[in-house]
């Protein structure tokens, strides 16, 4: 088993690897959240949807187009959308090669695959159920997957996970499933609007353009459905000089493309 990462949870803010180290190795595989342990990162990011026969899957598009080569293997079949493609013919793609030779072969993990590494590896997951409204049901079906790889138990739900999207009635849904599941909603709100969002949402994770030390601040002073003050996880921060504006805003986690600079500017700070 390979050792656990370096970095604890004590300094803030936490560095989120997103969709792995994805940077350094192809989206939302398992050599990107190899990547990211062997860089020394304990949490990372992902993005989760469906296949036409129902399995789960790690993919950030709707569109499998851009991280396999489905138009190569599969070309009579455009537009080539996750959904309309089956676990089986998912699992012959290619998802390594469009971003090196290196990584041919790397294939696109289903649910149950990815977080059996992510436990191997002893990692974190910010968990995100990308484009719910396309996959009903699947906020039910991701818990199922969750719990059947043992994320839900007491120790998982208490520090290592997190479940976000975009959509508010889906991280709703989750918040109403499993209570004792820490969320967060994507997005920006008013701060006027941010006790509505609280009721259902731990965190609240704003792209790194749209905040301020003032909106951080609001953020804090509001506490979420379990009674802690809420947080925010901000993204994509890619350079040194926007994680060290974000990390003076006070924000409790980075989401970055490129952890390690993340890491050493705030070293450096
Ligand atoms: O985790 C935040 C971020 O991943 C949201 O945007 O499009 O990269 O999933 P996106
Ligand atoms: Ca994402």
Same mark, same amino acid.
């Given at each position: 088993? *390979?050792?656990?990462?370096? !970095?604890?949870?004590?300094?803030?803010?936490?560095?989120?690897?997103?969709?792995?180290?994805?940077?350094? !190795?192809?989206?939302?595989?398992?050599? =990107?959240?190899?990547?990211?342990?062997?860089?020394?990162?304990?949490?990372?990011?992902?993005d989760v949807q469906r296949t036409k026969d129902g399995e789960l899957v790690i993919m950030h598009d709707d569109n499998l187009k851009r991280t396999t080569n489905v138009e190569e293997v599969f070309p009579g079949r455009s537009p080539w959308k996750v959904k309309d493609f089956t676990?089986? /013919?998912?699992? &012959?793609?290619? =998802?390594?090669?469009?971003?090196?030779?290196?990584?041919?072969? /790397?294939?696109? *993990?289903?649910?149950?695959?990815?977080?059996?590494?992510?436990?191997?590896?002893?990692?974190?997951?910010?968990? /995100?159920?990308?484009?719910?409204?396309?996959?009903?049901?699947? /906020? &039910?079906?991701?818990?199922?997957?969750?719990?059947?790889?043992?994320?839900?138990?007491?120790?998982?739900?208490?520090?290592?996970?997190?479940?976000?999207?975009?959509?508010?009635?889906?991280?709703?849904?989750?918040?109403?499933?499993?209570?004792?599941?820490?969320?967060?909603?994507?997005?920006?709100?008013?701060? @006027?609007?941010?006790?509505?969002? @609280?009721?259902?949402?731990?965190?609240?994770?704003?792209?790194?353009?749209?905040?301020?030390? @003032?909106?951080?601040?609001?953020?804090?002073?509001?506490?979420? *459905?379990?009674?802690?003050?809420?947080?925010?996880?901000?993204?994509?921060?890619?350079?040194?000089?926007? =994680?060290?504006? =974000?990390?003076?805003?006070?924000?409790?986690?980075?989401?970055?493309?490129? *952890?390690?600079?993340?890491?050493?500017?705030?070293?450096?700070?």
């Amino acid at each position: 088993t *390979p050792a656990a990462p370096a !970095a604890g949870d004590h300094d803030r803010p936490l560095v989120v690897a997103h969709r792995g180290a994805s940077a350094y !190795a192809p989206e939302n595989t398992l050599a =990107a959240i190899d990547k990211a342990r062997d860089m020394g990162f304990r949490w990372v990011e992902n993005d989760v949807q469906r296949t036409k026969d129902g399995e789960l899957v790690i993919m950030h598009d709707d569109n499998l187009k851009r991280t396999t080569n489905v138009e190569e293997v599969f070309p009579g079949r455009s537009p080539w959308k996750v959904k309309d493609f089956t676990a089986a /013919e998912i699992a &012959k793609l290619d =998802a390594g090669s469009w971003f090196s030779p290196k990584y041919a072969g /790397e294939r696109v *993990p289903t649910l149950a695959q990815y977080m059996r590494r992510v436990s191997r590896n002893h990692q974190k997951l910010v968990f /995100e159920f990308k484009k719910p409204e396309l996959y009903p049901g699947i /906020e &039910k079906q991701g818990l199922r997957v969750l719990r059947e790889t043992g994320w839900l138990d007491k120790h998982h739900v208490k520090s290592k996970l997190v479940i976000q999207s975009f959509s508010a009635d889906s991280v709703k849904t989750v918040h109403k499933l499993r209570p004792d599941v820490k969320t967060g909603f994507l997005g920006t709100p008013s701060i @006027a609007d941010l006790p509505a969002y @609280a009721e259902f949402s731990d965190q609240i994770n704003s792209t790194h353009t749209s905040i301020s030390t @003032a909106y951080v601040a609001a953020i804090h002073a509001f506490k979420g *459905p379990h009674g802690k003050p809420l947080e925010i996880f901000t993204w994509t921060v890619n350079d040194a000089a926007n =994680a060290r504006r =974000a990390a003076s805003f006070g924000v409790d986690g980075i989401i970055t493309n490129t *952890p390690d600079v993340v890491r050493k500017a705030l070293r450096d700070h």
